[in-house]
């Protein structure tokens, strides 16, 4: 038998996987859609096994599941097409505060010493209209994610329905290959932690944010509180994203003072619910570092674009129980990519190493 020197395997491997990433990419329209339905089943999988717990049939509970979660996400689509038509009818409306305020800003600069030949150089650069197309086209492009309902829906009415034999699958699984169905078995257990976690406290900072606006009297505030309720799936830069707009809104309506308004108090809430509360709840339960989601964002959000943001977690999950859960040979590579936590308890798990017990290792056998 002919064995491949170790260099070139790794060579083969990391081409294997660039071939894998652009195929991918390109199908990106698919796999996102197909990813995201499959996530939703798993996070409310636990409800339709709650409904059969009661008496229920499984087509009753199923049925009644899939009607639950399409009413929500039409819902949600409704509220998103409503509010961004009333955003577009809205932000014309305000280019006579924008060109004021940028007349105050280049004043405040030329103060301070700036050239005109710098100024004009800004204010061309800060046009309105592409300040709209701007919000308009970040506000369109987190939309994508219900862009293509009908196949959305399809693919979680399907799911729904497989879902029920989930665990006659994978006890089938484990009976020839158990630690594929272990590394399975964790990823849906981490999985619908994640999503649960975060669907609350998105819901619950949403909604803070939504009764803030309103009462300071920003405009649309129901879209900046679903926005809010979005982008809490993305790690990190969801915050900014969801605190842009409301931010730019306040500021054409009731100036800076109104803008620091709103910007002190979104940090206030946000920071306390999502930074202090949320990950007391959430833990180390993915089992995942802190640096390995940040680059599993950027990652993801390069190869899906929206959907992969928001499904970063979730798919490192998935591409890590794949990689690394189902082979023991591996599973080393949990000190690296798993966070502190888990490292320490995997730690005290094993014991010390040899000689680490404040007793002297004893002399091997032999000379």
Avoid: C
Wanted: aromatic letters at 8%.
């Amino acid at each position: 038998m002919v064995v491949l020197p170790r260099t070139l395997v790794i060579l083969l491997e990391l081409a294997a996987a660039v071939v894998i990433v652009a195929g991918i990419q390109a199908a990106a329209w698919l796999v996102g859609p197909v990813f995201l339905a499959l996530v939703i089943v798993i996070t409310v999988h636990p409800v339709q096994a709650r409904l059969r717990g009661w008496g229920l049939p499984a087509w009753a509970s199923t049925t009644l599941l899939v009607l639950a979660v399409y009413g929500v996400l039409l819902v949600l689509a409704g509220v998103v097409v409503v509010s961004i038509a009333r955003l577009a009818t809205l932000l014309p409306s305000y280019a006579a505060e924008f060109s004021s305020l940028l007349g105050s800003v280049t004043a405040e600069l030329a103060r301070f010493g700036v050239g005109a030949d710098q100024l004009r150089a800004l204010a061309g650069t800060l046009d309105y209209g592409r300040l709209v197309g701007v919000v308009s086209g970040l506000l369109l492009g987190l939309t994508s994610l219900l862009g293509n309902l009908v196949f959305l829906l399809s693919l979680l009415l399907f799911l729904s329905i497989e879902a029920s034999g989930a665990a006659d699958r994978l006890a089938w699984i484990a009976r020839d290959r158990a630690p594929i169905a272990t590394a399975l078995t964790g990823f849906v257990g981490s999985t619908r932690r994640y999503m649960g976690v975060n669907t609350v406290f998105g819901l619950l900072t949403g909604l803070v944010d939504t009764v803030m606006l309103g009462l300071l009297g920003v405009p649309l505030a129901v879209l900046w509180g679903l926005l809010v309720f979005i982008t809490n799936y993305i790690p990190y830069v969801g915050f900014w994203i969801g605190l842009v707009p409301p931010v730019l809104l306040a500021l054409l309506t009731g100036g800076w003072q109104l803008a620091g308004i709103v910007l002190a108090l979104y940090t206030v809430v946000n920071f306390v619910l999502t930074s202090v509360i949320q990950p007391k709840y959430v833990g180390d339960a993915v089992g995942i570092s802190v640096s390995l989601t940040l680059v599993a964002l950027v990652f993801w959000g390069w190869v899906l674009g929206v959907i992969g943001a928001v499904l970063a977690v979730p798919l490192t999950l998935f591409a890590k129980s794949l990689l690394v859960d189902i082979d023991p040979k591996v599973r080393w590579t949990d000190a690296i990519l798993g966070s502190t936590t888990t490292a320490r308890l995997s730690a005290a798990a094993v014991g010390p190493p040899p000689g680490d017990d404040g007793r002297p290792t004893p002399p091997p056998d032999g000379p």
